[in-house]
């Protein structure tokens, strides 16, 4: 966990006068929590190539630079976010999938955003194999979109637990091996 010291908190303050202190630091965790889970799913895309399975790549958000000082820069967004990851299993068919984590006990539905849903739903008509990679405390999950995207049909809520998804729990070995569940089974469509 990244650690702050009080005048690098005290500068946080100052920089965000109108924001709510403890409010930027759960901000700040929860960013550097989705980096890492994003870093293990990385290390399992570089297992799925080595075996030759898939080439799957994080994707970078649309920006442009509008100002450089130093070793910082200030940007925009130029368009809308597609999802996390995507790329192509061996045989050619795409897969395109979003990442979320959390540190609490339940995911919500609104993690994944409506433009990350549209993204998601027009890969899934064009073909793609379609999920939501999912990080709730220390376990890994890969969510087909089809469940994510019926959520509140399929258990009546719009958040899902541990216990929701036991079935689409994936394995874990120093990467997350997102296109294998536990029970030795794959995730449909690979």
Same mark, same amino acid.
């Given at each position: 966990?990244?650690?702050m010291?009080?005048?690098e908190?005290?500068a946080?303050?100052?920089?965000?006068?109108?924001?709510?202190?403890?409010q930027?630091?759960?901000?700040?965790?929860?960013?550097?929590?989705?980096? $890492?889970? *994003?870093?293990?799913l990385?290390?399992?895309?570089?297992?799925?190539?080595? &075996? %030759?399975? $898939?080439?799957?790549?994080?994707?970078?958000?649309?920006?442009?630079v509008?100002?450089?000082?130093g070793?910082k820069?200030?940007?925009?967004?130029?368009?809308?976010?597609?999802?996390? #990851?995507?790329?192509?299993?061996?045989?050619?068919? $795409?897969?395109?999938?979003?990442? &979320?984590?959390?540190?609490?006990?339940?995911?919500?539905?609104?993690?994944?955003?409506?433009?990350q849903?549209?993204w998601?739903? %027009?890969?899934?008509?064009?073909?793609?194999?379609? #999920?939501?990679?999912?990080?709730?405390?220390?376990?890994?999950?890969?969510?087909? #979109?089809?469940?994510?995207?019926?959520? &509140?049909?399929?258990?009546?809520? &719009?958040?899902?637990m541990? *216990?929701?998804?036991?079935?689409?729990?994936?394995?874990?070995?120093? $990467?997350?091996? #997102?296109?294998e569940? %536990?029970?030795?089974?794959?995730?449909?469509?690979?």
């Amino acid at each position: 966990m990244e650690k702050m010291t009080v005048y690098e908190y005290r500068a946080l303050i100052d920089e965000n006068r109108n924001a709510d202190g403890e409010q930027i630091l759960r901000n700040k965790k929860s960013a550097a929590r989705g980096r $890492a889970f *994003e870093s293990l799913l990385m290390r399992g895309c570089n297992y799925y190539r080595q &075996k %030759e399975v $898939a080439i799957i790549n994080k994707v970078n958000e649309p920006y442009i630079v509008t100002k450089k000082t130093g070793n910082k820069f200030s940007g925009r967004f130029t368009g809308r976010a597609e999802p996390d #990851f995507k790329g192509v299993l061996y045989g050619g068919r $795409a897969i395109a999938f979003e990442a &979320k984590s959390t540190q609490k006990s339940r995911i919500q539905r609104n993690a994944v955003t409506d433009t990350q849903m549209e993204w998601l739903r %027009e890969q899934k008509d064009f073909g793609a194999v379609t #999920f939501v990679a999912v990080n709730i405390q220390d376990k890994f999950y890969s969510v087909p #979109f089809d469940v994510w995207d019926g959520m &509140k049909n399929i258990y009546g809520k &719009k958040f899902l637990m541990p *216990e929701d998804i036991a079935g689409y729990e994936v394995k874990y070995d120093g $990467a997350v091996r #997102f296109l294998e569940y %536990e029970d030795g089974t794959r995730v449909e469509g690979v």
